[in-house]
């Protein structure tokens, strides 16, 4: 934007094409933080995805889906949804740059610590899982260690391939452990499964985390699984979301799909389950749009979001 | 058709594009009712759609899905399908007009009535879900007011935006009800859900319809709930199935596909369930190929006729 | 959005799904005609559509594809692009409502008459050719009967199959010859074709078109066409471009697509060639995403678009 | 059809499920061939491609895409089209069995032998290429050795992989030779492409065909090729169409396409530049649907039966 | 290969298109069977199909998918996947002909039949279902009649439609039954449905199949499910599993789906509920790629032939 | 593989999984130069996309589609193929690492220094442009800076957006100039399209580029095009083709589409007109298979991998 009165479009080489503001919900899009509880921040970034790619799109398109997410005026004040009592901001995507993973991790953590440290909670759409990190050492500068609440078909704590190449999106959770961003005692992990994966789901649990396969919650079920839930986190919660915990037949749209997954009814009640937990920071990760079909798998993600902010509505007063 | 013997393809003014003559199940293409206990009716309409259009290719792709569902010589009168004992015609499709709802809803209505009046069981194959108001005109001029019997993600009991515009896919039971067609005491809506539409629900509710939202169902149980069906139902009833009652998983080809809905083997259970009951008519809706993949999405609705045809066969003689 | 402080989403009511914020180029949203001199604006309707719809969501996925087009510094004042001279706001969408027509053709036209009357430039996207009737409505108010130049594949002069049901997409130039809104014999179509419509092609010609078909464009070449149409127009010019002037193979995702038709290369030279007509209005119609693949169809409907920019540009001083 | 009242579907086991009643253009489904000059057959056969099958899906979404082409009142004779003076039936189509290839080609053969016997004239929807040989049978068992006017990609002369598989798609020309139904001095073809395929053009050429490859039709341009055409053929013509003719561009739903083909307007304009020869049988071949999008290689082909019709509509008087 | 240094591609006649080297999960690819306990062996056959074709490209897609099947080090033995002690070897695919079944039936048959008498077991990627005939004929030759464990939507226990015709996908286990390769007494079938199949069903009972259609499964549940497949067979077991028996939201890549099927869930349950039991030979069959969407389809088959290295890996010591 | 005779298969952390053994024309697949003149070499690395990417899925999709392209016995020496009198193997992919650039482009040029070494021409699938970069390092290590003839939409020649992150795929040539690797006086851009480049192509031209733009190479025709090219380039050449030369109807799957592009005709004879040049190696890029359909932009790129082989076998000895 010059001191003109000419008006450029965005620059390509600044603000990658994939990227832009498609407002969740068509809720306002702004960056005062004074105006808001609650911030959607979109993390345009696949950089991190070892199979199929197009993450990258996963912003765009679950604001796009989220258009068909319903508000209207209500009779009776328990019947109206999270907005009478939130204020809820579009707050824009992280510039993404090109080609390199380092700096747009640094970004996306620059990007939203001013959030946190604003009282402000971020929900992050992703993008891949690697842009956990850098939401997690935002919410920890602000929150300290953070119990992890993890719905995922992958329990994404492999060591990295080579300490020079620390970072994809399978080895989020070693790092963070390692930074000291969570506390692996208070964390739970729901939907691990996939072939022969009992190595590290041992080696997960034996590091600290509360895994429940998938198998594992199919057999105890919903109620359950939220005790146990419940029993496990203690003090500020950070709730990571892989779309691909549900089963490729509710989320075709995503890099590493593993069958035998959640139903969108058990995963949409698992997350309605968790209304009281003082959750402090959320992400849904891995919607990747070329391999989505009918707009499923972000519809699925933005109703997710939509249970997200209720969630943020029925939070205890800290 | 001139009186000479020249012959001259469909004119593409007078009748639509997509709509013709592929019957269901290869059924004999008829309108001589004297002949026949049910009609197969398309309805290719799609101008009440709000979100995504392509209902109006619904009929022709319930067709053609048609063509796998199967019917053989069996051995023992038991096992007969439903064509031992029902007269079924594919009835051809509403002649549709260009960009006028009005016109449109009196021409699925001129259609309908005199297959009521010839005591003919209709099944109508839409469209979206709009063509249900015209279709209970027909029926409740034969029939006086009905039992309504709804499976939908959405109630469709939503206020017109404008007095003067009062129609579109989400208000038909409002303008049905206003116009005496169906008795909410004796009705009965499964399979509501959606974000915030508690207010709705209770709205429904307090006009008198028992509705099952899709979490009661998946609480309560098929049994449960074709026990409250059969207890609330009385006279004749229309079944009006929308296919986004189904998940978007089992059911991707919609216009405003809803999260976290029916399993198809949840569907058919339940239509299965209803044998017995005295419905008099009946529709399929909403569903919208050019969202469908591998024509799953009409292969169910196809599956959910022939489940309709059942029940005709099994109905109480009158 | 009311007086407090608290924050709404859209309502889906009041601003159907399909339209939104994408803007084009990314350029700056704005309603303030002070500071524009070409306005783009979004007509998401499509019930004038007579076989594929879809072309509601033409606008968004045109602001989607548009983000591929680069603007980026030059070094010399030839070389730069035509935002150095142009001020070019993205003006959002028409509010569209549900399933009546004449209320949607009013509402393109009052949004469109301010910016005519303010002396700036719209060029809206379609939505289905029938929003060029209002465009044109709007267009007249302020420079009278218009030149058109038009490129389709139908000539769209078609009369309505019923007085009472005089609009859609087939029967625009008919109804805006009749309101005098358009001068036939300061009027070009260009790329007409698909079978045996020589007879509307005759009757074009007689009521004063100067038609080329495409199979006279593809024998004559771009140069003699543009010398035709130079020789043809005269003051205020309307240019009106269907997608479907492309053949299927270049823009498959439209309504009514016909075979043999022009190339992208000859469509976007014939635009090119333009440069320096004074040209009033503009839209590109009939993008329908839902059978667009890989985005392509959007993806040349948004270069044509900037072509238009460009012909703006280099439009003379009036 | 039993001599009661029972009304039944078509039985899957008889009549395949791919296989039905959807008329081209909506034209009058009939087998009185009294009342027909000319007969649309389907012939769902793919059990002879050797690589992407699925033209048996090809007679069934030709029929469908075909219900976008014109024909409407106009008001001077020589505007009017080919239904003034053609008598066109939509005859069905052959009922093909599962697996076995020879019984197939002699039910392709039994079908059309009575409507050649009769003096109409068959146009043939395949299908894979392998129907063109009983098509042949059937003609030339009326009409003596045909000329063959071919376009295709590929010449489908190869001898066959062994003495006791005499037949598959690439082999039809080989055999029709062999069996006397084709007179290669008197054939052409047009369009033969693919990589390093000129071994076989030589094997061609040295057997007495015109062989005209795609790059030497796209040196000579069309009026050339007509000309060569118009020079070679005599007496009674058998035109058989192969999609990939196209390139795959313009004709992705085919099973073998072969890049750098020809255009949809050069191969319309090549079929419009046959009227006036005296072709006795047409077929159109290889349209593949589960590889189309957007219905456009299926919209090509059903143009292209169209220019047939009017080819038939011009022939001489015999 | 020639005996002098020129290389050759494969030869397009020989080798058809839609077969090739493709290594599940990247194993070996060899034809030492003394080097393998099971070998991955493709049948790229599909002309037994009767509806949608396409299954000849299901080994090339299983194998792809099968890439993202993890196997990697693990700390503990029992953490340790079915290649610790299994020796796993991709064998290639049959050299399938075009156009001529019985051929293709000899030759699946003929190149099984070493496996078998080497003391392999051989996991068959289909191709449709014919091609388990010729590998039960292999699998007798050497083990005499087997128990059959088939997993299906439908019983492929038809009467052939003419003695002359004997084959198709529907007829295969008639014509296992009469050649003596099964024992009906010994075999259970799990997940049979469709509309009206109660006559076949019956027939299949009567015969003697243990036969658990999907609705009984549905009410029975897993345990039940896999403790009456214990309770019945007996000996040396082929497991045949038809990816159709899978519900079409988890499944939607094959030829005839049929609604209301099994979870992903479901079905990976049941096969690991097969560990222990002495199964001789296995085959997964008509994943049919061209209607596969986001590859889910392929990959629920991938992991089920995972599963049945787990059942080899398991198996009782003979 | 270990010392034992247990067999695994690969392992994801060290081959991801969108890489493998899928041999190029089937060729025999081997890391023997020795016994090579070509090597086909996949280099399945996408991270230096800016838009969409998927091109790591290219070269696996390129050798499936190459799977169609003929090469059989011929009777005539100068029908032979290239395989006559050259010696081509399939190379295998590059080893790519997750989510970091350097380590990737360092692991391409380190696989293909030797084979330039040996004197072996590599022809590498990519993969996006980027990985020109690195091949041309392995190049100009044996050969020296390079004529370097570039057929491309894009120019590639941005500077980098910060020095610290020198590459992606638009940065490619800057960086290969500033390394000496190519002689800019002996180059030629073709292609070169899209909205307002004239910038960059001003800069391109002043640096030494012989650049001609896709609207120059339509004015003047393949033959100019190729003279102009004889006349520029000398010495050893690199051949480097970006799939989205093409217009995007002809290669829908790529990343960064631009409308008004070549046909395939064009491009393939462009190619075919090179025979004789003294290139030294060969890439083909960008094609991205999530964005194909019916694989049409990888058989493009696979036939103009043949008539790059052609081009190998045309050489003049050196």
């Known amino acids: 934007m010059t001191s003109d009165n000419r008006l450029f479009p965005a620059d390509w080489q600044q603000a990658p094409r994939f990227q ?41 398109q679950i604001r796009i889906a989220s258009a068909q997410i319903r508000q209207y005026p209500a009779t009776a004040a328990d019947l109206w949804g999270p907005f009478q009592t939130l204020r809820v901001l579009d707050y824009g995507d992280v510039d993404i740059v090109a080609a390199y993973i380092d700096e747009n991790l640094e970004r996306i953590r620059a990007l939203l610590a001013p959030v946190y440290a604003a009282g402000v909670t971020p929900i992050v759409l992703g ?14 500068a602000t929150h300290g260690p953070l119990s992890l609440l993890h719905f995922d078909a992958h329990p994404d704590y492999w060591p990295p391939p080579s300490p ?30 996939g072939t022969i994966s009992m190595a590290i789901v041992e080696e997960c649990r034996a590091a600290g ?55 969108s ?16 920071g959320f992400d849904v990760v891995e919607v990747a749009p070329p391999y989505d079909h009918a707009e499923i798998t972000a519809l699925l993600a933005a109703n997710l979001v939509y249970e997200f902010l209720e969630i943020c509505a029925a939070r205890p007063a800290s």
Do not use: N
């Not at 068509?26 to 199979?51: E, N, Y």
């Not at 993008?127 to 920890?140: C, F, M, N, Q, S």
């Open 127 to 140: 993008g891949d899982h690697t842009i956990t990190l850098p939401a997690l050492r935002a919410a920890a």
């Open 209 to 263: 985390f509360h895994l429940i396969t998938a198998d594992e919650f199919a057999a105890q079920g919903i109620a359950a699984t939220l005790e146990q839930i419940r029993g496990r986190v203690r003090g500020p919660i950070y709730l990571s979301l892989d779309i691909d915990s549900a089963d490729p037949a509710f989320a075709p749209g995503t890099g590493t799909p593993e069958v035998a997954g959640l139903t």
């Open 265 to 280: 009814r058990e995963l949409v009640h698992l997350v309605r389950g968790l209304r009281g937990l003082p959750i402090a």
């Open 20 to 60: 832009g503001m498609f407002s969740f919900m068509r809720l306002p899009i702004s960056r005062d933080l004074s105006k808001a509880d609650v911030a959607i921040v979109g993390a345009p970034f696949d950089l991190g995805v070892m199979h199929r790619p197009g993450a990258r799109f996963g912003p765009r």
């Open 164 to 193: 020079d190449r620390p970072y994809h999106h399978g080895t989020v959770y070693r790092a963070a452990e390692q930074e000291g961003l969570i506390d692996l005692q208070r964390s739970v992990q729901v939907g691990i499964r």
